[in-house]
């Protein structure tokens, strides 16, 4: 394999005469052969930090190729899904003698399910006036689709009431006995998985599945003989939440419309009408009044201050009535009874999941609730998983490969392995090839007060405005919080002279689009802009961060994992806060140069970078850019 690996990078090799803008990386051509080790021995775990300009992809992809196994590579968001398969894998195909068969598979409900499309037609049900206009859309991309998948809809929202009552899932879905079985969309796709090279998954649908494998229940994933983790810094909370429970106000107004929608017909009913019915409408105001009665703002919020005597007794009524609607399924005999086993299983799940949050007692967990505008959601997930992901892994047998360009702290893999518990593993730093002394500026600059200060945002704003003068705009302001992203919205919106675009304006894929169209346009996004975002080019030659992104101490969870850690006796500022805070920082500064003709400035508006002890940890993370605290500087720099 190593021979092949070679011919496909070395130069002057495959990948260059494919590919003619290709310049040889002889760290891409190391991690390919150290992935290779890997996947070769047939067994261990290999941690890989490859940096921006690496060619990870490729450095993963060419040895799992040529392995001639089941490979499944798990991302952590849609972007990079879709980079794989449109133009990864494309020109891996151009390398090989014999092109690889790649399939992305993503959680049914990303599927439509023609059943319930059928049964939404014949009785269509709206919450709104733009849903009403909205459908006939979605009726004709129904009948033109050859993968089902809702991503190929653009005009779709990311939460559509509509395609959650169209969707596949999996407390509706008959199998074998639905009449539509064999043009299932799913079915289709997971018989195509069978017998594909390459499966790439996100790592929800990964985790979900590794859970339904272990309860010995049907699992979505083909059998495979090695999996490639990328995006791998985003493992613990995807891990935090799948090893948890949650349950929402959301949830249980599906489950009752899904009830609704199956409804026997008029005729088929006696005199007294559908005696389940009553008991969904109870169902219906007990979640309203126990999930309502939780005030809080947006994002998350304490449960333990949340829920008082009123709600933890509001909460007793809502369980009781779920155990009273699955005991009433019993004597129905219009519904077929494939529905009925599942649902009565769904009743039980959500009653234990209700007296789980009332009581709380379950050792070794956070708590918390989340507000949002479709209602309040409990979650509850380990403080800790540095026990169970080993588990997950040594479940699966198989050789892992772990990479992203940020997995390390200070120049050391001891944070991400400590909270993952991968202390057996190999590890390998692969530098960027990027000249950051030439290509990037990091500015630093003294002068503003303490960003926890009252007018700190009056501060930035003038700062960011000299800076946005000098760049023409093309930047990215990312800030901490969605209160810092409003404060700085306010502050500039009638003072910049170049478009503004504004995180929750409009989708995330629109805004992008539209900031690389117009090359002196300004975004303005809180964290998740930090990372899985791409401008190569002009249109960004300026990111702008507002303040170090150390996890608020008040967020439930963050506070649940820094009490767990004082209880072991490890600090939790310098084993958790600071190495976390530095990963992401490393995430939201990698926006900026992602070509070796890329040129720009960085700036952190966060004296604390400086004055701090702690700083010099993040500035030694950091690229090795030119560093100053003279805007003059900065002005030679542009002027070059």
Known sequence: MDAFINVCLEPGGRLASAFPLYEFRSQQLQMALDVATTLQSGSGVFIAEAGTGTGKSLA??????????????????????????????????????????????????????????QDFQSRPEFHSVREKKMWPAILEWSGTTESGDSGEMDFLPDYSPIWRQICSR??????????????????????????????????????????????????????SYATIFDEAHL???????????????GDIDDFIRMIKRCKPARKDLGAGGWAIEPMLKSLDEGSA???????????????????????????????????????????????????LVEWKEICRTMKDSVDLFLARSEPGMAWWGEHTSHGNYLHAGPVD??????????????????????????????YFISRLG????????YPSPFDYKTQGILYLPTTLPDPRSDDFYEACADEILKILTLTRGRAFILTTSYSGMEKLHMLLIDRCPYPMLVQGEKPKTVLIEEFRNNMHS?????????????????????????????????DPLVKARVGFMKSQGVDPFNSFQVPNAIMMLKQGVGRLIRSRSDRGLVTVLDRRILLMGYGRKFLRSLPSFTQTTDFKDVNQFFSE
């Not at 998983?385 to 997995?407: C, E, G, H, M, W």
């Open 60 to 117: 993963y992809l060419i040895p799992a190729a040529a392995i001639k196994r089941t490979v499944v590579i798990s991302t952590g968001t849609k972007n990079l899904q879709e980079q794989l398969l449109n133009k990864d894998i494309p020109l891996l195909n151009r390398l090989l003698d014999s092109p690889v068969q790649a399939v992305l598979l993503k959680g049914r409900q990303n599927y439509l399910c023609l059943r319930r499309l």
């Open 170 to 223: 999996r407390e509706e879905c008959l199998g074998g006995h639905c009449p539509n079985y064999r043009s299932c969309f799913l079915l289709r796709l997971r018989i195509k998985a069978q017998s594909a090279n390459l499966v790439i998954v996100n790592h929800h649908l990964f985790f979900a599945d590794t859970i339904l494998r272990q309860n010995n229940a049907i699992s979505v994933l083909p059998d």
């Open 235 to 249: 493992l613990e909370e995807t891990v935090t939440q799948f090893l948890g429970a949650h349950i929402g106000q």
């Open 289 to 339: 009044m126990f999930f309502g009665s939780m005030q809080a703002g947006e994002g998350r919020f304490d449960l333990d201050s949340a829920m008082d005597e009123e709600t933890i007794r509001m909460g007793g009524i809502l369980s009781e009535r779920l155990m009273r609607l699955r005991s009433s399924f019993d004597g129905e005999g219009l519904i077929p009874s494939e529905f």
């Open 385 to 414: 998983i540095s026990d169970d992901f080993p588990a997950l892994l040594n479940y699966l047998q198989r050789p892992v490969i772990l990479t992203s360009a940020t997995l390390t702290a200070d120049d050391t893999f001891e």
């Open 422 to 429: 991968l202390h057996h593993a190999e590890t390998r730093i």
């Open 522 to 554: 300004v975004l303005l996004a809180t964290i998740s802009f930090w990372q899985g975002v791409d401008v190569p080019g002009e249109s960004l030659s300026a990111v702008i961060i507002e303040k170090l992104p150390f996890a608020s101490p008040g």
